[in-house]
């Protein structure tokens, strides 16, 4: 049940290939192409709510899931180490990223990086829903990239470092975040590979990834998308719901048919059938008695020939 054909996890894996690599680009990837330093500059992570909803759907989602669960191989143990391995310089990578956000939002219109950091992200859940879609669509780098030339405004720019210890905190604890789902994925590998649909989850998490957007727009959704990824994993399980011990210990009796409902054949009920259709000993007494019948009429009607000799004149 825990094979998937996520568009973006297939794409990374034809690229870099093995298992610790595309993990670990799977979960860098916002802070490579640049959508984590455009949410910080957004404003995403002003509160540790928002924070464990981003790193949930940003350095978790279901390209994460769809990586350990379809794509690595051992033993949750293993698969476990790996995520420690790829997550804790993620940890490190985001915090840095956060302490030069100030430096790099100096140099760029607030405004205008915050609506292409929301579509940027539209992409991203566009590209998880469906592939097809994704095709007509331009890599996420290149949005942002573009989001960068648009936004420039080098007037006021200046190396300034992040003096908000809360706000680096917040987005460390994304990070943090978004390992400990990964992690969590790893050590219950073998439950969910029996009863997790991914791509159910795919879908589900798409929607919640889309909503993300209209919240940094000023929409009011607040935790929405948090709320859609947890009910979208909940529906993901495929939990076999059967009866208890007791039920399954008694055998099951065949159903009794009512009185008159039974099978029927040509001749009408079942007793009547049985009543007319004569037995095997009644057949033969019938026969004998029509043997006796026969030779006791021949006996009592003599044949045509007989009376003819007996009746005939004598000098004839």
């Known amino acids: 049940m825990s094979t998937s054909q996520h568009p973006v996890a297939l794409r990374l894996e034809r690229v870099v290939g093995g298992d610790a690599r595309l993990l670990a680009v799977v979960m860098m990837l916002p802070l490579i192409d640049g959508v984590f330093p455009a949410l910080i500059l957004a404003g995403a992570l002003n509160d540790p709510l928002s924070a464990v909803q981003v790193g949930l759907l940003i350095f978790g989602g279901s390209a994460t899931v769809a990586v350990i669960l ?19 310089p993620l940890i490190l990578l985001a915090a840095v990223q956060a302490v030069l956000a100030p430096a790099i939002g100096s140099m760029l219109e607030d405004a ?11 992409a991203i859940a566009a590209k998880t829903a469906s592939a ?28 300034t470092l992040m003096t908000d210890p809360e706000l680096v905190a917040h987005a460390a604890l994304a ?49 929405a998308p948090l709320a859609a990824l947890l009910v979208a994993g909940l529906f993901a399980l495929d939990l076999p719901l059967e009866r208890g011990s007791d039920a ?29 259709e004569p037995s095997a000993t009644a057949v033969d007494s019938d026969s004998d008695s029509d043997s006796d019948s026969d030779s006791d009429s021949e006996d009592a009607y003599p044949s045509d020939e007989t009376r003819d000799a007996d009746e005939r004149a004598p000098w004839l």
């Open 70 to 88: 379809a794509e690595m191989d051992g033993t949750a143990r293993e698969q476990a180490a790996i995520v420690l391995l790829v997550g804790i």
């Open 112 to 122: 205008i990086i915050t609506r292409f950091a929301a579509l940027v992200i539209l």
């Open 132 to 159: 097809t879609i994704g095709d007509y669509l331009p890599n996420p780098a290149v949005i942002i990239g573009l989001g960068l030339v648009a936004s420039v405004d080098l007037t006021g720019a200046s190396f």
């Open 175 to 223: 990070a943090g975040v978004g390992v400990g789902f990964a992690l969590s994925i790893a050590l219950g590998g073998p439950f969910l590979r029996e009863y997790m649909d991914i791509d159910r989850f795919r879908f589900g998490s798409a929607v919640a990834l889309g909503l993300l957007p209209l919240s940094l727009l000023g929409m009011a959704f607040g935790q």
């Open 248 to 276: 399954d210990a008694e055998p099951e009796s065949p159903p009794t048919p009512a009185v008159g409902t039974g099978p029927l054949t040509d001749g009408g009920a079942a007793g009547s059938s049985a009543e007319d």
